[in-house]
């Protein structure tokens, strides 16, 4: 990996991007501690220090939340309008035809997405400026205020302006634009949860952290790289006055092709209600106010019904998105127009069923294996609660491990380009 980056640099091109990129996570850092008005700021911090809930979203907007920055919702609106469409397109007809369109069609698709962010970017804001004004942490909140109205459209216009510096990323520099800028919002929260962890130190429990921490880092890495390999062969084949040699290769299966996806569905789905709670705790009702608390004991961050809800709606999740990603009936039509089929099993339905079966048994493996992730930062807080904020969540780990993967594998691939344009010259 250290031979990848030294002769990326060495690479004017490729050392271009990488700075790019670099300057433009700078630039997103430099945001993170641009203050939007209007917030008592020891109120803030007094909620952030008690609600599980803010602040495992803050780690998302790399601390940007409890600053009230502009970026305090991070891109989590484009991140949610990203997925409405993508099963959108798995149930409306036009845009499943737009999706098979090549690049155009995904113009399209992407330039929708970006429509759809904006009124979620909105509804966002609202109801986290009336989360905040319910814990007495806004100085006013009143729609008819100028003063609520700018700060709605100053989180709305954070949430855009991270969308637009995303996508230059995308063009201009190397990897995902989206997944670099959560990644640097995770990495820029360790400094400050290594500085609470240091005024009063566990030592013990921070090396079995950090021996946890290697053992899922390396089964990160095993599971997302993990493939089933089915081996397909092709017939020859006459095309015009052509023919065509038949062939062997394989089709990847990835154990974990949903990616980080049922994660987000499932916390989306948890978190719902303790949000709605958490308005109504302060209300003057004594039932509402009761139900309200007793909602946001049963699915605060370090309760049991918490972990086991998440665990069995990520595992649920992960098959949902993988029907939704996967097709099998596609896949076998595409093997039977192209005269491929898989040794042992005949062409059309077998192949589909066949595919189906094998696609289900190994989502199990990855099913299981985000589901421990995902209730990997409740273990950790029980079995060592002096760690505090060092536990970062399986979540943020999974993600910054595979941006940092899938960063490397696409330097190795341009580093190959540049040597298969030399050979050619």
């Known amino acids: 990996m250290f031979d990848a980056l030294i002769n990326a640099f060495r690479a004017p091109d490729i050392r271009r991007r990488i700075l790019f990129v670099l300057g433009m996570l700078i630039i997103v850092r430099a945001l993170a501690h641009v203050p939007v008005p209007g917030v008592n700021r020891e109120a803030l911090n007094t909620l952030f220090q008690n609600n599980q809930l803010l602040g495992l979203l803050d780690i998302f907007s790399g601390g ?87 700060q709605i459209i100053s989180l709305t216009a954070g949430t855009i302006l991270l969308m637009w510096l995303g996508e230059l990323i995308t063009e201009k520099g190397i990897g995902n634009g989206i997944s670099f800028i959560i990644f640097a919002g995770i990495v820029g929260r360790v400094p400050i949860a ?52 038949g062939g062997s290769t394989f089709l990847p299966l990835r154990v974990n092709q949903a990616g980080v996806i049922p994660i987000i569905f499932a916390v989306s789905i948890i978190l719902f209600p303790v949000q709605i709670a958490a308005y109504f705790q302060s209300s003057q009702v004594k039932v509402v106010a009761d139900v309200a608390q007793g909602i946001q004991s049963l699915l605060g961050t370090h309760s049991p019904l918490y972990a086991a809800l998440y665990f069995a709606l990520t595992v649920g999740f992960t098959y949902f998105y993988t029907a939704f990603t996967f097709k099998p009936d596609d896949t076998a039509d595409q093997l039977r127009k192209n005269g491929g ?85």
């Open 64 to 150: 940007g939340l409890s600053s009230f920055s502009v970026i305090g919702m991070g891109v989590n609106p484009y991140i949610n309008a990203s997925i409405i469409m993508t099963l959108m397109q798995g149930v409306i007809p036009s845009l499943q035809a737009l999706s098979h369109e090549g690049e155009y069609g995904r113009q399209r698709i992407n330039q929708y997405t970006r429509y759809l962010t904006v009124p979620l970017a909105l509804i966002q804001g609202y109801g986290f400026l009336a989360i905040l004004n319910s814990q007495g942490v806004l100085t006013s909140f009143d729609l008819a205020s100028l003063l609520t109205v700018t």
């Open 194 to 245: 290594v500085g609470q962890f240091l005024e009063a130190p566990d030592w013990g429990a921070g090396i079995a952290l950090a021996v946890v921490g290697i053992i899922t880092i390396a089964g990160i890495v095993y599971i997302q790289e993990g493939q089933r390999r089915i081996p397909v062969q092709y017939a020859s084949r006459v095309r015009g006055r052509r023919l065509y040699q």
């Open 341 to 425: 089929f898989i040794p042992g099993i005949r062409p059309g339905n077998p192949t589909r069923d066949y595919l189906q079966t094998v696609v289900f048994r190994i989502t199990i493996a990855g099913a299981l294996f985000l589901g421990l992730v995902a209730v990997m930062p409740f273990v950790l807080s029980q079995a060592f609660p002096s760690l505090g904020g060092l536990a970062l969540g399986g979540t943020a780990l999974l993600i910054v491990v595979s941006v940092v993967v899938e960063t490397m594998k696409q330097v190795e691939a341009q580093l190959m380009m540049r040597n298969y344009e030399g050979f050619i010259r």
